[in-house]
């Protein structure tokens, strides 16, 4: 729990530094695609700490709070930096190779949608009936986001698009990781057995 909080917090604290020292931070970490092609791949990590505006900075930070809350059981012993890097790397990455015409992108989301289908998954793994009911809402979110893109009302708040992809590509690398980790902990233990 304690780590939970620690985490939380510092991830808290880097994007809200982030965003008090915008618009210099946002042109030196935020996603850009030209940046990258540059080899500035550090962008790939840290545009996940840019934000539009402070509502974006905001809505996300209680996405991130809300999505440990809901999955407590399995974040308590689970460090979230792991996840939060390679869900940016994976997010950058596939907007990088698969859609080279979004030239910036910024925000917290995807990495938010990664976290959840892990918590999703290790619920499910864990026979616990209340991963299935969040899974199917957010199967649906994702669907309905694939089909008719973000609410108005998002894009008002944020005064930015809403890169919907990117909420698709961060679910597949929480789902990725998940099961590599449980792939991994079952041949560990296979081996045991043997």
């Known amino acids: 729990m304690r780590n939970r909080i ?3 917090a510092l991830i808290t604290v880097i994007a809200l530094l982030v965003y008090l020292l915008e618009p210099r931070s946002g042109q030196l970490l935020a996603y850009y695609h030209t940046g990258i092609a540059r080899f500035e791949l550090w962008r790939l990590l ?10 974006h900075l905001l809505i996300n930070i209680a996405g991130l709070i809300i999505t440990l809350f809901l999955f407590s059981d399995t974040f308590k012993s689970r460090r979230i930096w792991p996840l939060l890097v390679f869900n940016s790397l994976f997010i950058g990455l596939a907007l990088f190779f698969f859609e080279p015409n979004v030239i910036w992108y910024v ?3 995807g990495v938010l949608h990664g976290l959840f289908s892990y918590g999703v998954l290790s619920d499910i ?9 969040l899974g199917s809402g957010f199967l649906v979110k994702i669907i309905y986001e694939q089909i008719y893109g973000a609410p108005q009302s998002t894009l008002d708040l944020i005064a930015a698009p809403v890169l919907v992809n990117a909420h698709l590509y961060g679910a597949l690398a929480g789902a990725i990781f998940y099961l590599t980790e449980y792939a991994l902990a079952k041949n560990r233990r296979n081996k045991k057995a043997q």
């Open 107 to 109: 925000g917290l989301s």
């Open 46 to 55: 840290t545009a996940t700490f840019c934000h539009s505006n402070f509502n």
């Open 6 to 8: 620690i985490e939380t």
């Open 125 to 133: 793994g864990n026979k616990d009936r209340w991963g299935y009911l």
